[in-house]
Nanobody
């Protein structure tokens, strides 16, 4: 009913940049919030950044000034520009969408399969 697909992960040296992209599709009426989470081996999944439909953004402290989230409400996409990457940014990155569907107005939270980001020092 709702599909979330990420792309853009990869390997980069410390100080480099990567851009992640996420596309939500399916029976979508509107998306309230789109965001990125990450999970490193042996650690809990944590919020990286999110952007509400109105444009409000929020970042976890460790990425402020280095990562930028941007969203296209018409295309149901959200990107994460990651600059000045550090080894501790290494993780699986997951896109999240808080969706109001066209199916009886049901609200749901959907996740992508994840994309790996590896930063070598």
């Amino acid at each position: 009913q709702v599909q979330v697909l990420e792309s853009g992960g990869g390997s980069v040296q410390a100080g480099g940049s990567l851009r992640l992209s996420c596309q939500a599709s399916g029976s979508i009426f509107t998306i309230f919030t789109m965001g990125w989470y990450r999970q490193a081996p042996g650690k809990q999944r944590e919020l990286v950044a999110y952007q509400r439909r109105c444009g409000l953004t929020n970042y976890t402290d460790s990425v402020k000034g280095r990562f930028t989230i941007s969203r296209d409400n018409h295309k149901n996409t959200v990107d994460l520009q990651m600059d000045s990457l550090k080894a501790e940014d290494t993780a699986g990155y997951y896109c999240n969408a808080d969706v109001l569907t066209k199916i009886r107005g049901a609200r749901r939270e959907d996740w992508g399969q994840g994309t790996q980001v590896t930063v070598s020092s």
